[in-house]
């Protein structure tokens, strides 16, 4: 599914070089989380995966069922069934959450050569998703995450999931400002969600999110680089025993 060779990224206005040979491999079907110390590069991977600006590949390669993702159209990428969760967390005042979703979801078939889907079935669509996700109409009304509360933005993200139905969905849970509440929402979302033909990459500082979706494998990132890769044990072992001993092992400093 998601095929990452020998990654080297550096920032583009800076000589700093900031993922350092990145290989990953993520299966169809599975689900595999990123953990590591702040500053090793994991929202620095998303975002050169999303094609976000400021950043200059020197090396490597990154494929999406044999989609370049390092040349492609951010359009391609989506109809290639790329999601990434972080994406769409902007507040869009006078665009109501329905609009956009059908935006979103109507640009991706038109990217795929796909009919448009006719307003009635999108309700249709949009209102069963909600319903099995318990999202309450009135959300659905409401401009784009504003005034949405922490955990609303979250169950919005798992609905724009739900309908887009992507292939490879990528979540960056960067801060600690995840209360347990969303993220219940944000696993509960995830497992809902889980099928043989999707796969996540759930990128997270703690290994509390992962009592709650539990991955297949869990890697390591620490200095641009992974430098573990695991089961479920290695996420347990981190917590239990923090990054020291594994950043010793592997010569990078602190
Ligand atoms: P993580 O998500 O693992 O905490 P990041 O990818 O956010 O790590 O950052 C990796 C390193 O790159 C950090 O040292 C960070 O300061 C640096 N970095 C990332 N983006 C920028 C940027 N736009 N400008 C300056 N430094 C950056
Ligand atoms: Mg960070
Ligand atoms: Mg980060």
Redesign the pocket.
């Known amino acids: 599914m998601l095929e990452i060779k020998n990654l080297h990224v550096k920032l583009e206005d800076e000589d700093k070089q900031i993922l350092k040979g990145v290989d990953l491999s993520v299966e169809a079907g599975k689900v595999h989380a990123i953990m590591g110390p702040n500053g090793s590069g ?2 620095t991977l998303s975002y050169v995966l999303s094609g976000r600006d400021g950043y200059e590949v020197t090396e490597g390669e990154a494929s999406l069922n044999g989609l370049d993702l390092l040349e492609a159209e951010p359009e391609e990428r989506a109809a290639a069934g790329l999601f990434l969760a972080f994406q769409y967390p902007v507040e869009i005042p006078g665009v109501g959450n329905m609009t956009f979703l059908r935006t979103a979801l109507n640009a991706q078939r038109k990217a795929r050569g796909e009919a448009e889907i006719s307003a009635g079935d999108f309700l249709k669509l949009v209102r069963e998703k909600a319903k099995s996700l318990k999202i309450d109409a009135d959300m659905l009304k409401r401009p784009v995450n504003v005034g949405f509360s922490g955990g609303e933005k979250k169950r919005n993200e798992i609905l724009q999931m739900a309908i887009l139905e992507p292939k490879m969905c990528i979540l ?1 849970e ?1 801060d600690s400002g995840l209360d347990v509440d969303a993220m219940r929402l944000v696993a509960d979302g995830v497992n809902a969600l889980r099928d043989a033909g999707r796969s996540f990459l759930v ?1 997270t500082h703690y290994q509390r999110l992962l009592d709650h979706i539990k991955p297949d494998v869990v890697h390591i990132m620490a200095g641009g680089r992974i430098i573990e890769t695991g089961g479920p044990d290695l996420a347990m072992e981190v917590e239990k025993n923090g990054y020291a001993d594994l950043l010793a092992k592997h010569g990078i400093a602190q």
């Open positions: 994991k929202s960056d960067t990128i």
